[in-house]
DNA sequence: TCGGGCAATTCACATTCACGAAACAGGCGC
DNA sequence: GCGCCTGTTTCGTGAATGTGAATTGCCCGA
């Protein structure tokens, strides 16, 4: 997950989308604009011309509070009635709900282009593209490790549904959590 | 209540202060110092010279987010009784609940950037710049200082979890306190 | 209905590499 | 000198990935 970047006013309709996704934005101010106002932790504003070491603090700061935010939603998701889907981190760390496992390199991929499409159809094709950027992965490699992703993930409460010859598709079957 | 206002780097001190009382602070950075990290909401920095107009602005959205921290912080006090997390002081004594460890000042930075980090991935490589400032470690002190450490704070019930080729993660793992 | 054929699952290795753990040695303060 | 902190060497273990082959299951035509 990385830091939004968007012009401010003039792209207000997205702020709006991200604030309400809860992705992390930063604001560059035009000129003569004003500041936004916001009390949002994961929203921040520049305005240029800016150093690029400034820059690179203001983005990284969002992406430290980014983190932390994660983190304590997922504590609190356990807790009460927040319910976020499953997340997938920078560092290959699947979470959903109060638990989370961490996926080796290439089931990272795998799931990753899984929970972009979650609840939908995902084929081979693009799965081995994801899994295998710039190769073509033997006919079964895809195989076992879309088994072994399957194993890794159950605990969950994630199911990768087969679709013969069209696919898989990511699903969460944990009915406390549609 | 009002904003703290300090220079950065040089009120570092008070700065420390401020963080650990949770109290809102402006770092006003001085010339060709590095912004601050930091993933605190609380806590905002400026390099001067800057407008007046953004100046208030950063002021105001840390009044913001003060006001809706207390709100939150009251909300979940009134709600729960408050548990709180592991604690380092500067003399490399780690608390948590009622037990304690010190920590040698090696073990007590890489503690520092874990905890820097709770529940979130921290790579080698961050690790190894917080532990060894200014060095480049063998490949193998990393790996027998985290050992060390995973002993030292085991009877905490604090956990480091390894996230194979990308980092570490600390955990609290008694079920008492989520 | 039966069996061929294909898709998918699963197992059983082999290889490589990251990490864990023990043992040892130097340094420093009490 | 003794004990603790620290760094280094060395070896073992397990994880990640790839590959081949055996097995299962489904669809469809004879």
Redesign the interface.
């Known amino acids: 997950m990385d830091v939004a970047l968007l012009r401010w006013p003039s792209e207000q309709p997205r702020r709006a989308q991200l604030s309400h996704a809860g992705l992390p934005r930063l604001l560059v101010v035009e000129p003569e604009a004003?500041?936004?106002?916001?009390?949002d932790?994961l929203e921040d504003?520049v305005?240029v011309p800016i150093?690029e070491?400034?820059f690179e603090?203001?983005v990284?700061?969002l992406r430290?509070?980014y983190?932390?935010h994660?983190?304590r939603s997922?504590?609190a998701a356990?807790?009460v009635d927040l319910c976020p889907g499953p997340v997938l981190?920078a560092?290959?760390?699947l979470r959903l709900g109060a638990g989370w496992v961490?996926l080796?390199?290439v089931e990272a991929r795998l799931a990753a282009a899984l929970l972009d499409r979650l609840g939908v159809v995902v084929s081979r094709e693009a799965l081995s593209r994801a899994g295998w950027p710039g190769k073509v992965p033997a006919r079964n490699s895809l195989d076992v490790h879309v088994l072994r992703l399957r194993r890794r993930i159950s605990p969950l409460s994630l199911v990768i549904h087969t679709v013969r010859s069209r696919g898989y598709v990511l699903e969460v079957s944990d009915p406390s959590c549609p």
């Open positions: 004003a500041p936004p106002l916001s009390a932790e504003w305005r150093d070491v400034d603090a203001r990284a700061g430290r509070r983190d932390t994660l983190t997922a504590a356990s807790g981190d560092d290959g760390v961490c080796p390199p």
